[in-house]
């Protein structure tokens, strides 16, 4: 085999269609776009969900579910995660924010049950779950 016997395979390689050159070619005149509509103009193309004028499916189900006005949104913590607060501190809402453990935007904060704590803190304004509180309030601790 020699350089100049390597082709690709047969049918492998196929010509570019060139629309728009004239009767001869086949493709003059429309340049296979068919006559009129939407589809034989430039940019023309039906958007997507576009049913033809019939009435389209997200038209004809109907609407579900609603917002909740008055639904509240609480940062969540876990008891493990006020260990680096100092024994005997008062935890609030703003202690929370300055030690970096809650950030964005929230109504309240909860605290929940998940690990162990050997201080005593004082909670103020926080919501905590029956499991945290009755671990803060064995080892001393207090909610308010």
Request: hydrophobic fraction near 30%; aromatic fraction near 4%; include cysteine.
């Amino acid at each position: 085999m020699q350089i100049h016997d390597l082709a690709p395979a047969p049918g492998s390689r196929k010509k570019r269609k060139r629309i728009g050159r004239g009767p001869g070619s086949g493709m003059g005149k429309t340049s296979t776009k068919g006559h009129k509509g939407l589809k034989a103009r430039a940019g023309g193309s039906v958007r997507p969900g576009f049913e033809g004028g019939q009435m389209p499916l997200y038209r004809r189900l109907p609407k579900r579910g609603f917002c909740n006005i008055f639904k509240t949104q609480n940062a969540v913590l876990n008891i493990r995660e006020l260990d680096s607060f100092d024994d005997g501190s008062i935890i609030d809402i703003d202690s929370l924010k300055k030690a970096g453990k809650v950030k964005g935007r929230f109504d309240g904060v909860k605290i929940l049950g998940q690990g162990e704590t050997k201080k005593k803190f004082v909670l103020k304004n926080v919501l905590v779950s029956k499991s945290a509180r009755g671990k803060i309030e064995s080892v001393g601790g207090s909610i308010e």
